[in-house]
């Protein structure tokens, strides 16, 4: 991990030079190969840019991807796809970060139409602690995929790129994660996410406001030094407006538009 600690400007700028010339390598089993070129044309299709409630946020068509054949491949994949398999950091990162996106877009298009993900569950029982459904053979929860498996990797940039199908989330990415180029697009969703006003930062009468993020998973950042090297890791530029005053309120809305009927048919109260 030392190379990618002190050259990752070097990796972001290099990476896309090599990445169209990697094929299915021996990072990818054929069956992972199935599911996830699968995903990748349900992301394709059925996501886009755009902007609610002052945030951008890739969307998602939830509608139509309810309709569409290939996503319970895709959800059997996942389920089926062996443990074995895994066996480097890199194709653990790649495997669970898509694992848990996938699964919170599932829980969204088995209660749809409803707000947001969060109003699943409430203070006793939050929609993170529900099972949202089976990963390489095992029944989980978002939150076991994120704290037991995720943070314990030691790599701080996953919180940018797991997607709770939120607004104030970092956005969901436009192609599935690869084990064999995963720095890069870890690179590009933290890039990305620092560069989002209202979303990963603010910036008012001088004042700088951070994402909740970095408050929430302070910790994880302390490998790099701590929350303001790695900021300015991406964003020197706000160092000199350091420290931050406050974390940004978190928008729980959902990533998605809706039809008037789509409206009607909600019953979230959260």
Known sequence: MDFFKTGKRAVWFLGFSWIFFL??????????????????????????????????????????????????????????????????PE??????????????????????????LRSLGNWMTPVWTHNAGVVAGETVTLRQLEHEVLRKLGEPRIHFGLNCASLSCPD??????????????LEEQTLRFLQQENKGFALADGQLMLSSLFDWF?????????????VGQYRPDLLAHWPPVDYLPYNWNLNANFTPMQLRRMNDSY
């Open 172 to 185: 969901l990415a436009q192609q599935p994660y690869r084990a064999e180029i995963i720095h890069v697009q």
């Open 218 to 230: 302070e910790e994880d950042f302390a490998s790099e030094g701590g929350v303001k090297a790695f």
């Open 91 to 116: 194709q653990k990162l790649a495997f669970y970060l898509n694992a848990y996106n996938i699964l919170a877009i599932d829980m969204v298009l088995r209660h749809w139409p409803l707000k947001s």
């Open 23 to 88: 094929g299915k390598t021996a990072w990818g089993s054929p069956a992972e190969e199935s599911w996830k070129d699968l995903y990748a044309a349900c992301l394709a299709e059925h996501t886009f840019m755009d902007r609610k409630q002052g945030l951008e946020a890739r969307f998602v068509d939830y509608a139509e991807l309810a309709d569409d054949e290939r996503w319970p491949r895709i959800v059997e994949g996942l389920a089926n796809y062996p443990q074995s398999a895994l066996v480097t």
